[in-house]
């Protein structure tokens, strides 16, 4: 039983440098997001996604993007990477409105 | 808009004590509320939720009413243990704005023997 998992767990990134962050998630899930956590301020959302083909952007989406081919994937990627991208990345699903989200294990980024 | 307030941290106990980690929220429309833990390294768990007012969520010793009176969420527990040490995120989903989740700045807790 999977859930939703995420890779790489860890990456160290030259500034400049462009990368994809992958999520797949195997409930069937239409929903999917990703939030970026920094200290002291919480989970921030990025992009999200209703379903396949369709995605939005959330509340901090510059430097990043998204695609959503397939119900099961949902990929970010780094366009040029910058020390202010240095985080933690989350990948989360949900099956419905307004029921919980679940998360990957995340990613630690680190942009020198 | 929608927002979420939690009480800063860290928050330090001693094994047994209670616990109180109080959430407001602002919203446009009818939200849900949740509570996530955060172990180290590890991503978020759903520890409860209220989908709607007056309802108590409760899960491992953990509760939480949503009062729509007062805009809160407080999570608490009687008895805390050493292994309830983690981070401690209040969030809502509104679903007027679709599956998006606001999130609280998180509050850690440390509980010691």
């Known amino acids: 039983n999977a859930g939703v998992t995420q890779t790489p767990k860890f990456q160290v990134l030259k500034t400049g440098q462009s990368m994809t962050l992958q999520c797949a998630q195997d ?28 995605t939005d952007q959330g509340e901090v989406p510059n430097g990043y993007n998204v695609s959503r081919s397939t119900t099961e994937d949902f990929p970010l990627r780094l366009l040029s990477a910058a020390p202010s991208q240095t985080s933690v990345y989350f990948c989360a699903s949900t099956l419905a409105r307004n029921t919980e ?6 990613t630690r980024l680190t942009v020198v | 808009g929608n927002s979420v307030t939690q009480m800063e941290g860290p928050v330090t106990l001693s094994e047994e004590a209670f616990l109180t980690i109080n959430c407001t929220y602002t919203a446009t429309g ?8 955060q172990y180290p390294g590890e991503g978020l768990q759903l520890l409860l939720k209220a989908t709607k007012a007056d309802d108590k969520g409760s899960n491992k010793g953990f509760e939480a009413t949503y009062r729509k009176e007062t805009t809160s969420f407080h999570l608490e527990k009687g008895s805390v243990q050493v292994s309830d040490s983690a981070v401690y995120f209040c969030a809502l989903s509104d679903r007027n704005t679709g599956n998006q989740f606001y999130f609280g700045t998180g509050t850690s807790l440390t509980v010691i023997p």
């Open chain 1, 27 to 54: 409930m069937n899930h239409e929903y999917m997001s990703w939030y970026r956590q920094d200290p002291g301020m919480g989970l921030r959302l990025i992009h999200y996604s209703v379903g396949a083909g369709i």
């Open chain 1, 101 to 106: 989200a679940f998360f990957g294990q995340g």
């Open chain 2, 30 to 37: 009818y939200p849900s509320l949740f509570w996530y833990v």
